[in-house]
């Protein structure tokens, strides 16, 4: 048992960790709390200032437009597309490199594997637009096969946005198949396994809750985006790509579109949690 | 424990409360009178900071001849510091910021940064060159409020048509190109990623379709607002994508992503720099388009400077060159004679009057119809944002 | 399976061989783990491979199971070649050092792998499985996960996952280890008791020579890579074959060269083990100066020396005795009674031996 603590270093801790406390308060639930409030107001839809008038037009809007419903649909499964892919690519990858490549060649393999995200977002995004443009090397790849390329719009969303966060999903599931004991697929194979069985009911179960905890970072992240969907998604709209046109013009209707993906979020952390992967982030 | 969990809500309770009256006080000033024109200016304050559109504010970056903002710092000691927005509403809430001076306002953006309180009533007397400018861009009411200026006239110009020439054949010579044709482009049909481009869809309508008697293409009713909608959605099947950012759209039609839609001058100009077989037309319906004016903001930090700004842009020679840059009517008619092409006054129908009454300067819609109807309540510009949601699905 | 109906046990055949290994040679890069190893363990045996740490048993044993592939050599399991056959297909379950349970599986799914993974229908799995369970005396844990259970309950899981579907070999990878001394204890006697009641050939691998001595048919000392003797305990500790065996199975007062010819009156090398020298009075006749030494009538061999130690350890004490010039014994006493008064340091006491109980070992 520690002794607890002397009055004085009490008294140190306390004033150490106010300005943190203090500051995720303020900072972080109380922009998000203005944010949320802010949806139950109104907006003069001239000079697009904020009317402060307390009432619930807003979320009555956001139910009933169907447009707003398909948006938020399309946003989600973009998001859900994302993720699958990401947990796809991911597990091959991430079990290359900590479990097939030699111990010599990890680090570079994880180097190789983070050295995207150092490179800017907007730069990465406007490279795959090339890429994926009418003349650009996707098209032309593609071309002796007979296909075309995706072009922009949806697929090109999906594919640019699991590029950007696929990072996000192999660290975590390279991190666990790492962890894993080389006893528990020998242990597999003792007891009469072969590869693909030991995958599925040793490995797969194993790396479960780093898949979910890369999951949350490849949803969240595919759900709040809207700077890739501008630059190669066409003419999709998501739900940040409305949320930001309506930041300028109409601050409380944002505020209730933003209570969309931060609803589904949480719901999403909320089954995420009941799986039991939020002990592994 | 019990107790400290309390007092824990308590606080955060506390600060709850503090932050709603923090923010409660943001909403005090509602009278919307942004300030007082100054009467006389002092000394510059070494900086100013500008929302312009893109080409207004070039400083060479992009080629090395066109250069207006680094002669303007050598002489006046200003430091211009330039945010380029691709809307005019991005302009309107950028303004709200308060952190810029000056901004070059179109028809849509002007008078809801007047009403707003956002942009201050400009003292023409502090303008020398404002002397110069064309009568018929002076007290117009998308520029000044009980015939107070409330900004400096900078140029106009209307919307165009681009194509790839080497796709596109026939060459188009109509709007509907991109409307009721836009099928044979499926794919590759850009437009103005704006609310605001209702309005190029009405003015196609007044032409199309007679009956449904659109006067002015941002005096809809909800009838007519459909109408348009609905041209719209249609369009929606043939796009490509949309655009707002005009780098985006020089690339999409440089890559052949798009090979047909709205544009501006100065897009094609830079899309033809970039060797890409573009050309851009004024189609027979005439077009919707902008008149700019200069304004400065209720808080500027630098107005001294900013009004500097604003004589320097619409000074002969500077004028002359944004509006050839950019591809538009000059505001100085002194600039007319500053031109590299002794034409371009005539080319963009600088003074004619009768050519500008084809153009449907961009202007923000309201309730009570612009085009005098007073049997019929028009769709507002927040009904069209969400009309505009709605033809994007 | 065919492979679990072609080794039904007669019985008949008395030695059948269960695994042999046949000049089996590991190198990890330059190192050489196993060294041209030659190994029989016959159909029904317990038999125990048992060396210090880095002797190359544990690679022994992963050879065994399949996890190693070895660099020369053939390996046979119920006399097939198994050399190149994979661990999945051999006929050969692991009891792993730490266990090794899937952690997200309950103790059921566990024990039940091996029959899940051969696509044993449900109810009888889950029937195997709680039988096995029973076997391990674990009825009533069959829906815990394996964190929720102790390290002794965990072996019990490890031993019915391994023997859920009768495999013809159990190998056990120093599977003691990490309990306590007493559950140790309790599991040397279990286990013996399931090795004997299921007929399974056991394989274990320890550097617990109690562990070996207690459970085992027969044990092999391993050493560098090499088997330095193979037979049963008994043999095994009162027949060292080596040095090292004498003096890795169990204590031994070791004695070589001139400490030899002094002490047990020959030249060679010896092994006396400590229990079997009988501490006397000093004061007796029959003890004789250790100088002249000179074989006594009654083939006792008799020396004099000063106890330097006592360390009391339960169910017997060791003495550590001083000979003139500086040779040391360890001696081991039963604590059948108390000790003499005269049994203290500092004090003279006698030793004696019967001439047989230092035998030679090769050196």
């Known amino acids: 048992m520690p002794a607890a603590p002397a009055p004085g270093s009490r008294l140190r801790l306390t004033a150490l960790l106010a300005p943190p406390l203090l500051w995720l308060t303020l900072a972080y639930l109380g922009s998000l709390a203005i944010l949320l409030l802010s ?60 479990r097939v490549a030699g111990r010599r060649w990890r680090r570079p393999l994880l180097v190789a594997v983070l050295t995207p995200l150092w490179a800017g977002y907007l730069v990465k995004a406007y490279a795959w637009r090339v890429m994926l443009g009418e003349d650009g090397v996707v098209g032309a790849a593609l071309a002796p096969f007979g296909l075309h390329g995706p072009g922009y719009g949806t697929t090109a969303v999906v594919i640019v946005l699991a590029y950007l966060w696929l990072p996000y999903m192999i660290l975590p599931v390279y991190a666990a198949l790492e962890r894993l ?101 | 424990m019990r107790k400290r969990k309390t007092s824990a809500w308590r606080s955060a309770a506390a600060v709850c409360a503090l932050l709603l ?120 009411p998308f520029n000044s409020k009980d015939g107070q200026m409330y900004g400096i ?164 020679k500077v004028n002359a060159q944004v509006a050839e840059y950019f591809g538009e009517a000059p505001s100085n008619r002194k600039a007319c004679a500053e031109t590299s092409a002794p034409d371009h006054c005539a080319t963009f129908h600088a003074d004619d009057e009768k050519y500008f009454q084809r153009v449907h300067f961009w202007t923000t819609p309201i309730k009570e119809c612009l085009d005098g109807r007073k049997d019929a309540t028009c769709t507002d510009y927040a009904q069209w944002t969400r009309a505009w949601t709605e033809v994007k699905g | 399976m065919a492979e679990t109906e072609t080794r039904t046990r007669t019985g008949t055949t008395a030695t059948r061989t ?47 199971a399949g996890f190693e592939q070895p660099t020369a050599g053939r390996i046979e399991l119920a006399g097939q070649d198994v050399t190149a056959t994979p661990p999945n297909r051999r006929d050969a379950h692991t009891v792993f050092q730490d266990y090794a349970l899937f952690p997200h599986m309950t103790v059921e799914q566990n024990v039940a792998y091996a029959l899940t993974v051969r696509g044993v229908r449900k109810a009888e799995r889950l029937a195997r499985a709680r039988e096995a369970l029973t076997t391990v005396r674990l009825d009533g844990f069959a829906a815990r996960r394996p964190a929720e259970l102790s390290g002794g309950q965990r072996q019990r899981v490890a031993l019915a996952r391994a023997l859920v579907d009768r495999p013809a070999v159990l190998l056990l990878d120093e599977p003691l280890g990490a309990l306590d001394l007493a559950l140790r204890q309790e599991m040397q006697t279990e286990l013996k008791e399931l090795q004997r009641t ?53 204590t031994t007062n070791l004695l070589r060269g001139e400490a030899a010819v002094r002490v047990v009156g020959r030249p060679g090398t010896y092994s006396i083990r400590p229990e079997r020298i009988l501490l006397t009075d000093p004061a007796e006749p029959s003890a004789v100066p250790l100088v002249e030494p000179e074989p006594p009538a009654d083939g006792r061999r008799t020396v004099t020396g000063r106890i330097t130690d006592i360390v009391h350890a339960g169910a017997h004490t060791r003495f550590t005795i001083a000979l003139p010039h500086g040779d040391r014994l360890t001696v081991l006493r039963q604590n059948l009674t108390g000790l003499p008064e005269s049994a203290r340091p500092g004090c003279e006491i006698g030793l004696s031996w019967d001439e047989k109980d230092a035998f030679p070992v090769p050196s």
């Not at chain 1, 037009?57 to 993720?83: G, K």
């Not at chain 1, 809207?226 to 046109?245: C, E, M, R």
């Not at chain 2, 348009?228 to 690339?251: C, F, M, N």
Request: some cysteine.
């Open chain 3, 198 to 250: 299921t007929g399974i050939t056991f394989l274990l691998v320890t550097h617990d020579q109690d562990e070996a001595l207690t459970m085992s048919d027969r044990i092999a000392v391993v050493r560098d890579g090499r088997i330095e003797q193979t037979g049963p305990p008994v043999e095994v500790y009162e027949r060292p074959a080596t040095a090292f065996v004498a003096g890795f199975v169990g």
């Open chain 2, 21 to 140: 009256t923090a923010a409660g006080c943001g909403s005090g000033d509602d009278d919307g009178k942004g300030g007082h024109a100054p009467d006389q200016l002092g000394k510059g304050e070494g900086k100013v900071n500008i929302i312009a559109w893109a080409g207004y504010a070039e400083d060479g970056s992009n080629d090395p001849e066109v250069d207006w903002v680094h002669p303007f710092e050598k002489k006046t000691g200003c430091q211009v510091n330039t945010k380029t927005a691709g809307t005019s509403d991005e302009m309107v809430s950028l303004m709200k910021t308060g952190q810029y001076d000056t901004v070059s306002a179109s028809g849509d953006a002007t008078l809801r940064l007047i009403a707003s309180g956002d942009a201050a009533p400009v003292n023409t007397k502090l303008v020398p060159h404002y002397k110069d400018i064309f009568p018929a861009l002076k007290q117009q």
């Open chain 3, 18 to 64: 269960a695994v042999r290994l046949e000049a089996v040679t590991k190198d990890f890069g330059t190192v050489r783990a196993v060294d041209a190893v030659d190994l029989t363990v016959h159909e029904g045996e317990f038999f125990s491979l048992l060396g210090p740490s880095g002797s190359g048993k544990t690679t022994l044993l992963r050879l065994v």
């Open chain 2, 153 to 316: 006239p900078h140029g106009r110009g209307a919307n165009l048509l681009m194509y790839r020439t080497d796709k596109v054949k026939p060459a188009p010579d109509s709007w509907r190109a991109v409307f009721d044709d836009s099928a044979r482009y499926a794919g590759h049909v850009t437009a103005y990623d704006s609310p605001i481009y209702i309005a190029d869809a009405a003015l196609y309508l007044m032409r199309a379709k007679p009956s449904l008697g659109i006067k002015n293409p941002y005096a809809l009713d909800r009838k007519q607002l459909d109408a348009a909608v609905a041209l719209l959605k249609k369009q929606h099947k043939a796009v490509g994508e949309y655009w707002s950012d005009y780098q985006k759209e020089i690339t999409a039609f440089k890559g052949g992503d798009s090979v047909i839609g709205t544009t501006w001058q100065v897009i094609a100009n830079l899309t033809k720099a970039e060797k890409a077989p573009v050309k851009a037309v004024l189609p027979k319906e005439g077009a919707t388009g902008w008149s700019d004016t200069w304004m400065v903001s209720a808080k500027a930090e630098h107005p001294n400077c900013a009004y500097k700004w604003l004589d320097w842009i619409v000074s002969p």
């Open chain 1, 39 to 98: 949806a139950f107001w109104a907006t003069d839809s001239f000079t697009s200032d904020v009317v402060h008038t307390w009432n619930t037009d807003n979320f009555h809007e956001l139910l009933t437009t169907p447009v707003y419903r398909t948006i938020a649909l399309r946003t989600l499964s973009i998001a859900v597309a994302v993720t699958v892919i990401d947990a796809l690519l991911a597990l091959p990858m991430a079990f290359c490199m900590a």
């Open chain 1, 181 to 281: 004991p080389e006893r528990m697929l020998e242990a597999s194979a003792d007891l009469g396994a072969g590869a693909w069985r030991t995958l599925r009911s040793v490995v797969l179960p194993a790396v479960r809750p780093a898949v979910l905890a890369g999951s949350v970072f490849t949803f969240s992240l595919s759900l709040g985006d809207y700077l890739t969907v501008q630059i190669v998604g066409g003419k999709t709209q998501l739900l940040g790509n409305v949320i930001a046109s309506q930041v300028t013009l109409d601050l409380p209707m944002a505020a209730a579109l933003s209570a969309v993906p931060v609803v589904l979020i949480v719901c999403y952390l909320a089954a995420v949690r009941r799986a039991g992967a939020l002990d592994s982030l």
